[in-house]
């Protein structure tokens, strides 16, 4: 507006329509056609997946390029699924460079796509922020192990820092935390089971076991948290249909703690009928990977790591909310430009903090000041979780 507000001549803050630069452009079909033709020049293979690649070739010579992996995988049995993979070698850096990851999934950017994130803590900055964004079709554990697979070599071939997990490697991601997907937490598995697969090493927590004999769910079961805000929701869809006792058991089991009574909370569950049966199978299913996942003491999760983890992927759902703003259900491209703007805005006020100490806002989202609003929060649910554990160890 502003742009035809000065073609014009105008100084008043009158809203122009075209149909004042030209009266022939009151007729909406010849608008079309003229942005048609620009759109042909400004981008000759389109907007979708063939644009994507054309930029990709375009930024290769760049010294920071951001659109990475432009691709076509098949699966099998199922039908091939197209990736992207948008990060900038200092967002690979900070992948790399951090301790602890969450990763989240928006549905809402781009016609027929989904928008993958990773988001990791960054202490220095106190501050959680993108280091990597995809745009896939699928949704499967074989996808996700792809993704993950393209993502850190895409990141090690960038800055030359290997990989490395804490239960592998004795450094490096001390934690993951994500929503309830399986397929996307069994692509990560399979990744670490990739990393190990020659690996000649003893399991810290298992010692009469090697890492090469490690499954998918026996290595999420050493670093995996299910997102608290997720586990909630997805629970609350069944609340209705089982009685409060049940409910409070349910709940109980979100804990760092040790149960006073575990064995007799899995057996009040099943009480509350065949949503409640299928909500816990679901959680002893695959080796009890869920169950780890929200339950402290089921995994090799050591306490210190669990508590120093974020409990919700509230930063990658603020991350969405902010880009989301800048429109959605966009063609691919629209979406790559989008976020490459969002995640520029990011590192300049990254690089702002690190050179200035300039913070976001008056006050740092230290892990205190995320506990002491998680504690209040708390404080606000319509059931009391200590409460719960109380009834149940008096059952």
Excluded at 36 to 58: M, S, W
Excluded at 147 to 161: H, P, S, V
Aim: with cysteine; hydrophobic share 35%; net charge negative.
């Amino acid at each position: 507006m502003h742009g035809l507000q000065q073609v014009l001549g105008w100084s008043s803050e009158q809203t122009p329509t075209l149909s004042d630069l030209h009266p022939s452009l009151a007729n909406l079909d010849h608008v079309r056609r003229k942005i048609d033709d620009l759109r042909r020049k400004k981008y000759p293979c389109g907007t979708g997946f063939d644009g994507a690649l054309l930029l990709q070739h375009e930024q290769e010579s760049m010294a920071e390029p951001y659109v990475r992996c432009v691709e076509i995988h098949p699966l099998t049995g199922k039908k091939e699924f197209h990736l992207v993979i948008c990060m900038s070698p200092s967002m690979a850096f900070r992948l790399l460079t951090t301790f602890r990851l969450s990763i989240d999934t928006s549905f809402k950017r781009l016609h027929g796509w989904e928008e993958f994130e990773i988001e990791a803590w960054d202490n220095d900055h106190m501050r959680s922020h993108v280091v990597a964004r995809a745009f896939t079709t699928s949704q499967c554990a074989d996808a996700h192990f792809i993704l993950f697979q393209r993502i850190f070599e895409i990141a090690m071939a960038d800055t030359g820092i290997p990989v490395a997990f804490k239960h592998i490697d004795g450094y490096g991601y001390e934690s993951v935390i994500a929503d309830a997907h399986r397929g996307q937490a069994l692509g990560l598995g399979t990744y670490c089971t990739y990393l190990c697969w020659d690996i000649d090493k003893h399991d810290q927590y298992e010692p009469q076991r090697r890492l090469s004999s490690l499954g998918p769910y026996d290595h999420l079961k050493r670093f995996f948290r299910i997102c608290e805000t997720h586990f909630q929701r997805n629970a609350f869809a069944i609340k209705h249909y089982v009685g409060d006792r049940v409910w409070d058991a349910m709940m109980s089991l979100y804990t760092s703690d040790p149960h006073p009574d575990i064995q007799k909370t899995f057996e009040i569950i099943p009480a509350g009928g065949n949503k409640a049966k299928a909500w816990l199978k679901d959680k002893l299913d695959a080796d009890q990977f869920a169950l780890a996942a929200i339950y402290r003491p089921a995994s090799f999760i050591p306490e210190d790591i669990w508590k120093a983890s974020p409990s919700t992927t509230n930063g990658n759902e603020q991350s969405h909310r902010n880009i989301n703003r800048d429109g959605i259900n966009l063609t691919l491209l629209g979406g790559i430009m989008r976020g490459k703007e969002y995640d520029d805005r990011a590192a300049a006020s990254i690089e702002l903090h690190a050179a200035y100490s300039i913070n976001r806002r008056d006050q740092c989202s230290t892990h205190a000041r995320r506990a002491s609003r998680s504690i209040a929060w708390h404080g606000k649910m319509p059931y009391d979780l200590s409460q719960g554990e109380a009834d149940l160890s008096n059952t």
